[in-house]
């Protein structure tokens, strides 16, 4: 599978760490591969965040290969998800987008095991690259 670099907050390495440490550990191993995905990260203070870059509560438009769709998201926390427009980071293409920057794809599992190839189009808001660094 492709794996690009990828660049992470660590403010949002933070909040997703302690959310994955609270969650039930049958439930945490459903997560292994965001886990491995923070921890080769690059980190960033929130200041320091390339405005390119998927971070926490950024509005992204991605592309899928295999269904050549095109889909605009905002990528939350678990709490906020549920809303139209909203994907979870606990969810397959919400832990696959973060971290990516424009134009970077990236083959990730889905459920049911078949990889999907998303490729991130364009970040129409980054919290960090607003000057929302705290949010």
């Known amino acids: 599978m492709s794996r690009p670099a990828i660049t992470l907050s660590r403010l949002d390495v933070e909040r997703i760490e302690n959310l994955l440490d609270r969650l ?6 459903q997560h ?3 886990r491995d995905e923070l921890d080769r990260a690059e980190l960033c203070e929130p200041e320091a965040m390339p405005s390119d870059v998927v971070t926490m509560n950024s509005t992204v438009t991605f592309g899928d290969e295999q269904a050549d769709d ?8 678990p709490a906020a998800a549920g809303k139209p427009g909203t994907v979870s980071v606990l969810a397959p293409v919400g832990s696959a987008l973060l971290g990516l920057a424009s134009g970077q794809e990236i083959d990730w599992p889905m ?25």
């Open 70 to 77: 095109r889909l605009t998201v905002t990528l939350v926390y």
């Open 32 to 34: 292994a591969a965001l």
């Open 111 to 135: 459920p049911g095991g078949q990889p999907r190839r998303l490729r991130v189009l364009d970040i129409a808001y980054q919290p960090e690259a607003a000057g929302d660094l705290h949010r």
């Open 24 to 29: 039930p550990p049958e439930q945490a191993q």
